[in-house]
């Protein structure tokens, strides 16, 4: 095992950092799309995680927008962070490395949660809560998807 094995799990975990629904999203959309990711956890392949999935990415996109959104690093919000970056890094790693992704990806969103959040906050000084969320979004949903579709495959039956 070596960390460039392991790169897109800590990416995806860069991904948590900023917005905790995006890496799940992406992989389900990677899912809906005929893609097979390299490790292999079957909770992918339900539809309930798969449709869930895209709705709380889109959820968590425009509740950011909200005066009244928590700051990524509460509670809640690192909880999810863990959730969707180790599901996500463990399904970005090489088949036998689940384990090593998901810890890779949670490793790496943790601290990140709390520098996303700074740079954040200081964006949101100097041109508002929306404008600053509107750019962030493209970034990481950019960020997400440019990093699934590198690590995935299309199936082959």
Do not use: C, H, W
Not at 14 to 41: F, N
Not at 119 to 138: P, V, W
């Amino acid at each position: 095992m070596t960390f460039r094995s392991l790169i897109s799990s800590a990416l995806i975990g860069a991904v948590a950092s900023a917005r905790s629904m995006t890496p799940m999203a992406t992989i389900a959309a990677a899912r809906l799309a005929d893609r097979g990711t390299p490790g292999k956890l079957f909770l992918l392949d339900r539809p309930l995680f798969k449709f869930g999935a895209l709705a709380m990415g889109a959820g968590e996109l425009l509740g950011d927008k909200m005066k009244s959104a928590p700051d990524r690093t509460v509670f809640l919000g690192l909880t999810a962070r863990i959730a969707s970056a180790g599901i996500a890094g463990a399904a970005l790693a090489p088949e036998g490395q689940e384990k090593a992704g998901a810890a890779i990806a949670v490793a790496t969103a943790v601290p990140l949660a709390y520098l996303t959040l700074a740079g954040r906050k200081q964006a949101m000084a100097r041109i508002g809560q929306t404008r600053s969320g509107l750019i962030e979004d493209a970034l990481i949903v950019a960020a997400g998807i440019a990093i699934v579709a590198l690590a995935t495959r299309p199936n082959r039956d």
